[in-house]
């Protein structure tokens, strides 16, 4: 970096030669976050990072998150997604321009409100589960505490499974015969984490030949098999009960809303069986595409649905005043939608775990069109790392920031609040597609 970049106009840590602060992040995933919690501090509202010789800014106030996030110019995410290509290939999580312009267009019907309303009973059902492992557990030892997270990640990835390919994996039971699965699922996240914060790792024939490498391997073939199996199973079964397809009077060309709606809500459909509709209608997704798609819901919606759960069970264990009124609102209730729409102080504590504790704490993009924030234009190739976190405890719009308060999200107290100033799910045209998938069991449970 002989020429000043205009990144080197902004505050930021101390930079190396050739390396920028490639080692200022070598550690563990607490430490990492601690120090961009510093930095955040120390060079609010906007600084800049050195990413070996890619300039890197850092926007924590709304308006700067908006102008990334919001536009429809810069939605390239940035090389850090690489790390789970292997996995998820590129799909609409990973996938850029027009491909996933695509993709996205495709998808979203998939996720209608109205094609997710049917997964309620699937999701209540599941969380019964759950309840009753957690009475029994305190019928064994009422004074003993119980860490709840194994336990809703369990039931997050049984609502995942079924909702995504409508196969029930029992992760919840001790009879579960996909024990290699569940078990795949929980350690290749946590070897994606491992790599990615060791930069020896990051060159893929390295990654390949060093023990995590390996292991990483061999929990993906693990998860390719058993997606590439339900899709098999998922066809045959299909093809066997071509009735309930027939039902339909007549299969649309067109992918819009209304058609994949009418179809799915009749006949109950998972997300595996609309993939593989629309594939029938005009094979515009090959079977390599689904299973892509497939393992994208899998990795996108169970570690973030989980770790949401277990902070607002944690958050409501520390806070036994609103516990009882959250209690209050929901008893004798049953899990309807209708009812779940109407849990309006349930909603507000959820809203506010997501504030404190977002599970997708940082995203990254990288400009592909220049952005300009105040006075200064940053050029096309600037990463930019959003930090969901930080951006959340603004103390300008949210007062006292780290205190678990769920009345910031009454109406009134949300008038005028900046769009951009709350963003668990992100924001702007790649924001997550699964929000509601998201919400529900987090409701329910
Ligand atoms: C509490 C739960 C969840 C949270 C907080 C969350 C958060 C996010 C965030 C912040 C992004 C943007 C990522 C980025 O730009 O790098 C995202 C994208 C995405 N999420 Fe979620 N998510 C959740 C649950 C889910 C669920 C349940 C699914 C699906 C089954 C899902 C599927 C996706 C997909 C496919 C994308 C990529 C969208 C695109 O690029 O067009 N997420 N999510």
Partial sequence: KLRRHPVDKLPGPPTLPFVGNLLTFVGTPEEMFEKFNTFARDFWPLYRTWQLNTPVIHPLLPEHVEKVLASSKNTQKSRDYRFVESWLGTGLFTSNGAKWQERRKLLAPTFHLKVLEQFVPTISDNAAVLAQKLQLLLCQSPNEPIDVVPLVTLCALDIICETAMGRSIRAQHKDSKNTEYVSSIHRIMDLIVYRAMRPWLHPHWIFRVSPTGREFA???????????????????????????????????????????????????????????????????????????????????????????????????????????????????????????????????VIKETLRLRPPAYMIFRLLEQPLQLDDVVYPSGTKVNIHIYDVQQNPAVFPNPEKFEPDRFLPENMEGRHPFAYIPFSGGPRNCVGTFLALWPMQCI
Avoid at 248 to 254: D, F, I, K, N, R
Wanted: with cysteine.
């Fill in 218 to 348: 061999k929990c993906l073939r693990t998860l390719h098999r058993f997606t590439r199996n339900v899709i098999d199973e998922k066809r045959l079964e299909r093809e066997q009960g071509e009735l309930e397809i027939k039902v339909v009077p007549s299969v649309p060309t067109s992918n819009g809303y209304e058609d994949l709606e009418r179809i799915s809500v009749r006949n109950r459909l998972v997300f595996l069986d609309l993939l593989l509709k629309l594939n029938e209608w005009d094979c515009k997704l090959s079977d390599q595409e689904i299973c892509e798609e497939v393992d994208t819901f899998m990795f996108g919606g169970h570690d973030t649905t989980s770790n949401s759960i277990s902070w607002a069970l944690f958050y409501l264990g520390c806070n036994l005043k609103i516990q009882e009124e959250v209690f209050n609102e929901i008893e004798g209730s049953d899990l309807s939608n209708e009812n779940l729409n109407s849990f309006k102080l349930l909603d507000r």
